[in-house]
């Protein structure tokens, strides 16, 4: 509603902070652990995969909240990480938690 309030904002970021970061809650991020079986279903835009473990695609995440609210206890908003600090340089790195290179995790990613 406040793009269609205000209309076309910009900011100064990073010289001075950015006002409206403070409202937006962030990116979803990964904070346990589920079989593929307890987060069918959870995500309107297919963000949420099960490969060796839960990841979120933070690129196809609408930030609906779904998740969050559905599983508490493997979902959160993440902390720390709102407006332009939490963008991200490659498509990879919107993958969340990371995978280390290892030949087992590249063989399954």
Same mark, same amino acid.
């Given at each position: 509603?406040?793009?269609?309030?205000?209309?076309?904002?910009?900011?100064?970021?990073?010289?001075?902070p950015?006002?409206?970061?403070g409202?937006?809650?962030?990116?979803?991020?990964?904070?346990g652990? +589920?079989?593929? #079986?307890?987060?069918? =279903?959870?995500?309107p835009?297919g963000?949420?995969?099960? &490969?060796?473990? !839960?990841?979120?695609?933070?690129?196809?995440?609408?930030?609906?909240?779904r998740?969050?609210?559905?599983r508490?206890?493997?979902? +959160?908003?993440? #902390?720390?990480?709102? =407006?332009?600090?939490?963008?991200?340089?490659?498509?990879? &790195?919107?993958? !969340?938690?990371?995978?280390?290179?290892?030949?087992?995790?590249v063989?399954?990613?």
């Open positions: 509603m406040r793009g269609l309030r205000d209309g076309v904002v910009t900011t100064r970021w990073p010289k001075k950015d006002e409206y970061a409202a937006w809650r962030g990116p979803v991020t990964v904070i652990n +589920a079989d593929s #079986a307890d987060v069918d =279903g959870l995500c835009t963000a949420i995969g099960v &490969a060796d473990r !839960v990841r979120v695609d933070q690129g196809k995440c609408i930030l609906c909240g998740c969050v609210a559905a508490p206890d493997l979902f +959160a908003w993440a #902390a720390g990480a709102t =407006g332009p600090g939490a963008a991200a340089l490659t498509r990879e &790195a919107l993958i !969340v938690p990371q995978v280390a290179e290892t030949d087992e995790t063989a399954v990613v």
